[in-house]
């Protein structure tokens, strides 16, 4: 199989707050990791790509600074929303790449700021 | 410029009512088209991978064809759980980023 889950699957912070989701691969190793948001009824924006050991690549348009990414292991990798604003409130998605450009996605994370 | 189009944007079906979603692409050597499932509030389900042209993939009441130019996503007697959007998705050229359709809001009436 390929199951890649997220947590926390809901969040409400407050504004200025930072709020941690983390993107496990639970039965594969996944070199490279992408991060995308999801406005209601749209398709999936990509807005970053983690790569295990190495900086995330984000998408243009993104403020890296806002939205930290550290992909620390094969099988995890994480998205800090600092200082968060109304604004950022997004489901939240990521993905595992796995062999031959597949990716397997976790089930989303909802984020409210308040 | 490499590019995802699906159609149609929506499509409502009676259970039992068979038909096909497209998705159309244009990229410089294609390294597979991935199909997913998404319902409401959730991340996107894997459900095929295809490779070349001429590939037909199923699963359940889902068949996935494959063409130089597109996709068909085929429904067979749909039942109403089948309601759900369907993505389809290439990777972008020289990398592992994807590129999206829009997708296809399907729903299935009882």
């Known amino acids: 199989g390929a199951v890649v889950s997220q947590h926390p699957s809901r969040v409400i912070c407050k504004s200025g707050t930072s709020v941690k989701i983390e993107c496990r691969s639970l039965d594969f190793q996944a070199t490279t990791m992408f991060w995308y948001r999801q406005f209601p009824k749209k398709s999936l924006m990509l807005m970053a790509t983690?790569?295990?050991?190495?900086?995330?690549?984000?998408e243009q348009g993104v403020e890296k600074d806002k939205f930290l990414i550290n992909h620390a292991s094969l099988t995890l990798s994480t998205l800090t929303v600092t200082s968060a604003h109304p604004e950022d409130s997004s489901f939240y998605i990521c993905s595992a790449g796995k062999r031959n450009y597949e990716q397997y996605f976790g089930p989303g994370t909802r984020l409210t700021v308040t | 410029e490499d590019q995802v189009t699906q159609s149609p944007e929506a499509l409502r079906l009676q259970e039992g009512e068979s038909s096909s979603l497209n998705c159309s692409y244009t990229v410089s050597g294609l390294r597979g088209l991935f199909w997913y499932r998404q319902d409401p509030g959730k991340g996107p389900e894997f459900l095929f991978t295809l490779y070349s042209a001429g590939e037909e993939k199923e699963k359940e009441r889902l068949k996935a064809t494959l063409t130089k130019k597109e996709s068909f996503l085929h429904i067979t007697a749909p039942k109403p759980e089948d309601s759900a959007t369907y993505l389809c998705?290439?990777?972008?050229?020289?990398?592992?980023?994807?590129?999206f359709g829009t997708g296809t809001r399907l729903k299935v009436l009882a």
């Open positions: 998705a290439i990777p972008l050229s020289g990398t592992y980023k994807y590129i």
């Open positions: 983690s790569n295990e050991g190495s900086k995330a690549t984000y």
